[in-house]
T-cell receptor, first 118, second 112 residues
Framework: GAVVSQHPSRVICKSGTSVKIECRSL??????MFWYRQFPKKSLMLMAT?????????EQGVEKDKFLINHASLTLSTLTVTSAHPEDSSFYIC??????????????FGPGTRLTVL | QKEVEQNSGPLSVPEGAIASLNCTYS??????FFWYRQYSGKSPELIMS????GDKEDGRFTAQLNKASQYVSLLIRDSQPSDSATYLC????????????FGKGTSLLVTP
């Protein structure tokens, strides 16, 4: 399958700081990428849909000014958690939808970023 | 609200047996369906995609789709202990930017 990377894999930060997470599709182009959050033993929760070159679409209840998403190219989307607080501690996972080729339409997940806010 | 229903399990099967995982969905517009496997503490891994009614086989995995019944299933043949994980059914929502509607997942335990 296609490969999606995420960086960093783990981050610990102090309350009030901002954290940037990168999601890259390594061997395919992705017009659309998605950002999820998952709390322990809970289901994946979609936060936002990111389309290359346009503004992200946020799910209800997700603060767009707190979770800044940028999808500047067909292989890179970033999520910035601004002024992070302990309640933002979670497992953040991105996925990328293949735009063309054999795996067209399939979505592949990055390995996730575990954020801990102290 | 677009519902995706899966039996949360745990579904326990002996090694070498067939594991059968089921999923029903409410969104009649869905055309693309995916099965993911998620190990504890890891991100989901795509196992199968299916778009047409009928069966699709890939190695030990067979996905079955019945759009009229709004039902999709995954069979795992010759189950191995390494198959123990949570299996997520995910119809694609073409009306919502192609986001996936995830079920809560079925926990599968394959016992040696």
């Amino acid at each position: 399958g296609a490969v999606v990377s995420q960086h960093p894999s783990r981050v610990i930060c102090k309350s009030g700081t901002s954290v940037k997470i990168e999601c890259r599709s390594l061997d395919f182009q992705a017009t659309t990428m998605f950002w999820y959050r998952q709390f322990p033993k809970k289901s994946l929760m979609l936060m936002a849909t990111s389309n290359e070159g346009s503004k992200a679409t946020y799910e209800q209840g997700v603060e767009k000014d707190k979770f800044l998403i940028n999808h500047a190219s067909l292989t890179l989307s970033t999520l910035t958690v601004t002024s992070a607080h302990p309640e933002d501690s979670s497992f953040y996972i991105c996925s990328a939808r293949v735009s063309s080729g054999v795996s067209y339409n399939e979505q592949f997940f990055g390995p996730g970023t575990r954020l801990t806010v102290l | 609200q677009k519902e995706v229903e899966q039996n949360s399990g745990p579904l326990s099967v002996p090694e070498g047996a067939i594991a059968s995982l089921n999923c029903t969905y409410s969104d009649r517009v869905s055309q693309s369906f995916f099965w993911y496997r998620q190990y504890s503490g890891k991100s989901p891994e795509l196992i199968m995609s299916i778009y047409s009614n009928g069966d699709k086989e890939d190695g030990r995995f067979t996905a079955q789709l019945n759009k009229a019944s709004q039902y999709v299933s995954l069979l795992i043949r010759d189950s191995q202990p390494s198959d123990s994980a949570t299996y997520l059914c995910a119809p694609e929502d073409s009306n919502s930017g192609y986001a996936l509607n995830f079920g809560k997942g079925t926990s599968l335990l394959v016992t040696p």
